[in-house]
């Protein structure tokens, strides 16, 4: 039982001449979320009158985090698709009070906005392999070192500056090379951001049995191709209570998977974060359902995966239990808000 192969049979059922109730959701779909969700059938039934469902999977690294969610929206696939695609818009957040689109090829007016948080600035001066808290390679902890003059009233200025050109530099570079191109942390034990990733990808089995045009695609970056793919690289900064703020950059594809009848997915793979993150894996699937009267609806079906630097659990320092918290609480409101937005803007 996989996730996007119950997802499409029940996005399916209208046109296979299977009941869909309006109280609950198709057949296989509540089976999924019965039996490998280990959700129950009042649960799955509150799906319809529009509660969201949040859960904290189980994983198999103890730096690893995975959270599901789901809920039923009263509006049309090609509505919130269309809305999707307009990523000057989609890409903002609550949470993010900065981001910027890279354009094709990518340029210092892409990253205008971008800057280093002050806090960090002191953290950067003081960055060797081994002992840094920020997540950056070793050759620009050394660059950093020799270009930056730190006995300036405000190197901050010159921060920015090298952060903006490099942001350009890296993302050209991984257009070109793909994986191949991404990020060495060495702020603790040189970590490749292409090992992490894969790892996240190797935990997401229904990517490979169900969409593996997706697979072949995120695997063959940039040489593989995905018809009719919409896909965008940006970056961001996002800022969640008790955590510090988050400067990332993210390569997001959209798309209607052949494999998948009635079914449109998003995967946004992080290649880049300078705090916590060595990985991260999102991977929706916009759903066909029968709404309220029979009008046609969606569910909105995530999966994030999280792969931390470093996560004690236990004890005074249980920083995995807090963090986790955090993430299945931003899960619930990330889903709420889709709901309201998405349904205040089509009438529903």
């Known amino acids: 039982m996989r996730l996007l192969g119950y997802v499409a049979l029940a996005g399916c059922g209208a046109t296979m001449g299977v009941p869909l109730h309006a109280q609950q959701p198709p057949a296989r779909l509540a089976t999924f979320l019965q ?3 280990g959700l129950d059938s009042a649960r799955i039934a509150s799906i319809e009158r529009g509660d969201v469902i949040v859960k904290v999977l189980d994983t198999e690294n103890k730096r690893d985090v995975a959270v599901f969610g789901i809920i039923a929206l009263d509006v049309p696939r090609e509505v919130y698709v269309a809305r999707l ?45 081994g002992d840094c808290k920020i997540k950056i390679p070793a050759t620009d902890m050394q660059r950093l070192h020799a270009d930056i003059d730190w006995a300036a009233a405000d190197p901050q200025g010159q921060l920015n500056a090298y952060l903006r050109r490099r942001l350009v530099e890296y993302v050209t570079d991984y257009r070109a090379r793909g994986d191949s191109a991404l990020v060495v942390y060495d702020d603790h034990g040189g970590v490749h951001a292409s090992d992490a990733f894969a790892a996240l990808l190797a ?3 229904y990517v490979y049995q169900d969409i593996p045009s997706l697979r072949q695609y995120l695997a063959g970056y940039p040489h593989a191709q995905l018809d009719s793919a919409r896909e965008v690289l940006f970056w961001a900064i996002d800022s969640t209570t008790g955590l510090k703020p988050i400067l990332s950059v993210t390569h997001l594809v959209s798309y209607a998977p052949p494999e998948l ?25 916009i ?25 004690p659990s236990g004890g005074i320092l249980n920083i995995r239990g807090k963090v986790v918290g955090k993430l299945r609480d931003q899960m619930r409101v990330d889903l709420e808000r889709q709901k309201t937005t998405s349904e205040k803007a089509h009438g529903s």
């Open 35 to 37: 039996q490998r969700i």
């Open 287 to 311: 759903v066909d359902r029968a709404g309220g009267a029979g009008k046609p609806g969606i569910y909105l079906v995530l999966l994030r995966r999280f792969r931390f630097d470093d996560l």
């Open 203 to 205: 935990q997401s089995p």
């Open 261 to 285: 009848p009635g079914v449109y997915v998003v995967a946004s793979k992080q290649i880049y974060a300078n705090h916590y993150f060595e990985g991260v894996f999102d991977i929706a699937a």
């Open 85 to 129: 695609q307009d990523f000057p818009s989609s890409l903002r957040a609550p949470t993010r009070p900065r981001f910027g689109i890279f354009q094709v090829p990518a340029s210092a007016a892409d990253v205008e906005r971008a800057s280093v948080a002050r806090n960090d600035v002191g953290d950067l001066k003081d960055c060797h392999p």
